[in-house]
């Protein structure tokens, strides 16, 4: 299983970016996906969790309104649109993939991707 996450970029307070995240190695429908990311000197923090049918969305409180999670299943593919981004929204992004039969959203994934930085200047 691959999860291989990309778009991160420098850009600057109040820009947008789209994270995009392609998995392979796995049956894509059978699994929840969800983005998380971890900033210098902190823990790892959950994003967004998307269900295997795209139909429910999950947010933490601090991204909710500005990010927006999405998944395209014939594609094999996760996206994390990000607006009016701030400076706290810098972190390394990481994108994950939890069997869909295990409950929750915010932990216990199975499978990781490495992740893509994302740097917001003010």
């Known amino acids: 299983v691959q999860l291989q996450a990309s778009g991160g970029g420098s850009v600057q307070a109040g820009d947008s970016l789209l994270l995009s995240c392609a998995a392979s190695?796995?049956?894509?429908?059978?699994?929840?996906v969800g983005w998380f990311r971890q900033a210098p000197g902190k823990e790892r923090e959950w994003v967004s969790a998307?269900?295997?049918?795209?139909?429910?969305?999950y947010y933490a409180p601090n991204v909710k309104g500005r990010f927006a999670i999405s998944r395209d299943n014939a594609k094999n593919m996760v996206y994390l649109q990000m607006n009016g981004l701030k400076p706290e929204d810098s972190a390394v992004y990481f994108c994950?993939?939890?069997?869909?039969?295990?409950?929750?959203?915010?932990?216990?994934?199975?499978?990781w991707g490495q992740g893509t930085l994302v740097t917001v200047s003010s």
């Open positions: 994950a993939a939890k069997f869909k039969i295990r409950s929750g959203v915010r932990d216990e994934y199975d499978y």
């Open positions: 190695g796995l049956t894509f429908t059978r699994f929840t």
């Open positions: 998307l269900d295997w049918s795209g139909d429910s969305r």
